[in-house]
């Protein structure tokens, strides 16, 4: 054995075998805290962050390499925790998002240098997803955005993370590698809803009080009716509220389904009802309104006796905290969210929506990507459209990327929607089932959110939402029985085509 081939096979026992429990592993350790702190003692605190994030990135790269279930995971761990870091400082927390993202859709292409099989992302939703994200790009050329920066800024929100739908759908080669993503995603909501629970029972620590209070408009949004609503590691209560309300649904869907095991359905019921709790002490009004919303939409798919009952009675209970009086800040805000004529932010929304359609009907392209919001008020404060509030993702299309663009944009989430109740119909494994008609219901609950809220380009949820996108197309793979219908039914179809042509022959 030669001397290279030796101290590699040195290094795998001590790595892969022994998992550096050894001499190495441990003067490894020493070694890295060592340098971390020299580097926190001599440059400061963020230096040493910086270093230990350079230490880890290599080998977490090479796994991510290997694995894209790990680097899908790394996404959501980002996605969650984005809004976080910025409480602490200026951090390029999303530029690593973005590097990420496309480190893997690289190892994608590199992997299929030699498989040569693009079979895992042809679906109609991806044909809808490409034309969306093509229209996007061209929006560079449009005559009428006021900076090439804007559009530089709002593509990455709009179209790149959507690089993640195709690397979902490469990743997910097996229903267990679909159901641990789910499984993961539940985690980390279920984390964000016992630290808003925490937040409300405990009071807000000192450093996110200060963070709050540092921004009067900032204070002025989350401090309301009295009492400090909840926002958990986010930036706002709305984003929190509405990651709440359509996982909690979610995990709602999965624990009525009979395919899970009792106490994987025990689970899933008592962490919906920390998110809805949570959610709650929000005090949002948009996600009190996907609740009921999500639950009809359920109803409406499955059209069973006992899901029809427990809707009954959710119902019942709900119109029954409706109409109750009560002084409870947190029941009066949620009771608001039913009674829209006396919200004077539906109101100003409505007015400024009723003022932007005939400039949206006289520019089919739009005012460019990133004309309005807070890119507008970066990269042209002096237009017009940068003090618009959109205040809802269909709005914010029409008016960036004109009627064209919004058209393309409903195309591929109905598609998305079509395309999860086609499946979820014809499947038949109750696992893979129950599966479906939750996800549906995710898509259903954003495609309703997207009308007051811009709430799909924002993190987590639009890594949800692209990771919901990839399972519908892939879910349906690994049910034998709806491959065997399916192969039938091409079979069948090419027999009448060649009877047809021999009768044609024939005549």
Same mark, same amino acid.
């Given at each position: 054995?030669?001397?290279?081939?030796?101290?590699?096979?040195?290094?795998?026992?001590? =790595?892969?075998?022994?998992?550096?429990?050894?001499?190495?592993?441990?003067? &490894?350790?020493?070694?890295?805290?060592? *340098?971390?702190? &020299?580097?926190?003692?001599?440059?400061?605190?963020?230096?040493? $962050?910086?270093?230990?994030?350079?230490?880890?990135?290599?080998?977490?790269? $090479?796994?991510?390499?290997?694995?894209?279930?790990?680097?899908?995971?790394?996404?959501?761990?980002?996605?969650?925790?984005?809004?976080?870091?910025?409480?602490?400082?200026?951090?390029?927390?999303?530029?690593?998002?973005?590097?990420?993202?496309?480190?893997?859709?690289?190892?994608?292409?590199?992997?299929?240098? #030699?498989?040569?099989?693009?079979?895992?992302?042809?679906?109609?939703?991806?044909?809808?997803?490409?034309?969306?994200?093509?229209?996007?790009?061209? #929006?560079?050329?449009?005559?009428?955005?006021?900076?090439?920066?804007?559009?530089?800024?709002?593509?990455?929100?709009?179209?790149?993370?959507?690089?993640?739908?195709?690397?979902?759908?490469?990743?997910?080669?097996?229903?267990? +590698?679909?159901?641990?993503?789910?499984?993961?995603?539940?985690?980390?909501? &279920?984390?964000?809803?016992?630290?808003?629970?925490? #937040?409300?029972?405990?009071?807000?620590?000192?450093?996110?009080?200060?963070?709050?209070?540092?921004?009067?408009?900032?204070?002025?949004?989350?401090?309301?009716?009295?009492?400090? +609503?909840?926002?958990?590691?986010?930036?706002?209560?709305?984003?929190?509220?509405?990651?709440?309300?359509?996982?909690?649904?979610?995990?709602?869907?999965?624990?009525?389904?009979?395919?899970?095991?009792?106490?994987?359905?025990?689970?899933?019921?008592?962490?919906?009802?920390?998110? $809805?709790?949570? *959610?709650?002490?929000?005090?949002?009004?948009?996600?009190?309104?996907?609740?009921?919303?999500?639950?009809?939409?359920?109803?409406? &798919?499955?059209?069973?006796?006992?899901?029809?009952?427990?809707?009954?009675?959710?119902?019942?209970?709900?119109?029954?905290? *409706?109409?109750?009086?009560?002084?409870?800040?947190?029941?009066?805000?949620?009771?608001?969210?039913?009674?829209?004529?006396?919200?004077?932010?539906?109101?100003?929304?409505?007015?400024?929506?009723? *003022? /932007?359609?005939? @400039?949206?009907?006289?520019?089919?392209?739009?005012?460019?990507?990133?004309?309005?919001?807070?890119?507008?008020?970066?990269?042209?404060?002096?237009?017009?459209?940068?003090?618009?509030?959109?205040?809802?993702?269909?709005?914010?299309?029409?008016?960036?990327?004109?009627? /064209?663009?919004?058209?393309?944009?409903?195309?591929?989430? @109905?598609?998305?929607? #079509?395309?999860?109740?086609?499946?979820?119909?014809?499947?038949?494994?109750?696992?893979?089932?129950?599966?479906?008609?939750?996800?549906?219901? =995710?898509?259903?609950?954003?495609?309703?959110?997207?009308?007051?809220?811009?709430?799909? /380009?924002?993190?987590?949820?639009? =890594?949800?939402?692209? =990771?919901?996108?990839?399972?519908?197309?892939?879910?349906?793979?690994?049910?034998?029985?709806?491959?065997?219908?399916?192969?039938?039914?091409?079979?069948?179809?090419?027999?009448?085509?060649?009877?047809?042509?021999?009768?044609?022959?024939?005549?």
């Amino acid at each position: 054995m030669s001397q290279s081939a030796s101290i590699s096979e040195y290094f795998r026992t001590k =790595i892969v075998v022994e998992k550096l429990n050894n001499p190495l592993g441990f003067a &490894l350790i020493i070694g890295i805290t060592s *340098m971390l702190g &020299l580097a926190i003692g001599s440059l400061g605190l963020k230096m040493g $962050i910086l270093l230990f994030c350079a230490i880890v990135a290599v080998p977490l790269m $090479i796994w991510v390499f290997i694995n894209e279930q790990v680097g899908l995971a790394v996404c959501l761990v980002i996605g969650f925790s984005i809004q976080l870091s910025y409480k602490f400082g200026d951090y390029p927390v999303g530029t690593l998002l973005d590097g990420l993202t496309m480190f893997m859709v690289l190892a994608v292409f590199v992997k299929q240098i #030699q498989k040569q099989d693009w079979s895992f992302a042809k679906s109609p939703i991806s044909y809808y997803i490409m034309g969306w994200m093509g229209y996007s790009l061209i #929006q560079v050329l449009n005559p009428n955005a006021q900076s090439i920066l804007a559009w530089v800024y709002t593509v990455r929100s709009m179209t790149l993370l959507i690089l993640l739908y195709f690397v979902c759908c490469y990743a997910f080669n097996s229903l267990e +590698r679909i159901k641990w993503i789910l499984k993961f995603t539940i985690f980390l909501t &279920l984390l964000a809803a016992l630290y808003g629970l925490k #937040q409300e029972w405990m009071g807000l620590a000192d450093w996110e009080r200060v963070w709050l209070y540092s921004d009067p408009l900032r204070a002025e949004l989350i401090v309301q009716w009295g009492r400090e +609503r909840v926002f958990s590691i986010f930036s706002d209560p709305t984003t929190f509220g509405i990651l709440m309300a359509y996982m909690a649904v979610f995990c709602v869907v999965l624990g009525m389904g009979s395919a899970f095991k009792p106490w994987q359905r025990v689970v899933l019921m008592l962490s919906a009802a920390a998110m $809805i709790l949570s *959610m709650m002490y929000g005090g949002s009004r948009t996600p009190v309104v996907l609740i009921p919303a999500g639950f009809v939409f359920y109803v409406i &798919l499955t059209m069973r006796t006992d899901i029809m009952i427990f809707a009954g009675v959710f119902f019942l209970f709900g119109g029954a905290l *409706m109409m109750k009086g009560t002084s409870n800040p947190v029941i009066l805000r949620v009771q608001s969210a039913f009674n829209p004529s006396e919200d004077a932010s539906f109101e100003v929304r409505e007015k400024s929506q009723e *003022m /932007i359609k005939p @400039f949206i009907q006289k520019n089919p392209f739009g005012a460019g990507m990133g004309t309005t919001g807070i890119w507008g008020r970066r990269f042209s404060p002096n237009h017009w459209l940068a003090a618009f509030p959109p205040d809802s993702g269909y709005v914010r299309v029409a008016v960036e990327m004109g009627w /064209i663009g919004l058209i393309l944009y409903m195309a591929m989430l @109905f598609k998305i929607q #079509q395309q999860g109740v086609y499946y979820y119909v014809r499947v038949k494994d109750p696992q893979i089932k129950t599966i479906y008609l939750g996800l549906n219901v =995710i898509v259903f609950l954003l495609i309703v959110a997207s009308f007051p809220q811009e709430i799909i /380009i924002l993190l987590p949820t639009s =890594i949800i939402f692209y =990771i919901s996108a990839a399972a519908i197309v892939r879910l349906k793979d690994y049910d034998p029985a709806f491959n065997e219908a399916i192969a039938a039914e091409q079979e069948a179809n090419l027999n009448e085509e060649e009877s047809a042509h021999e009768l044609a022959s024939t005549d």
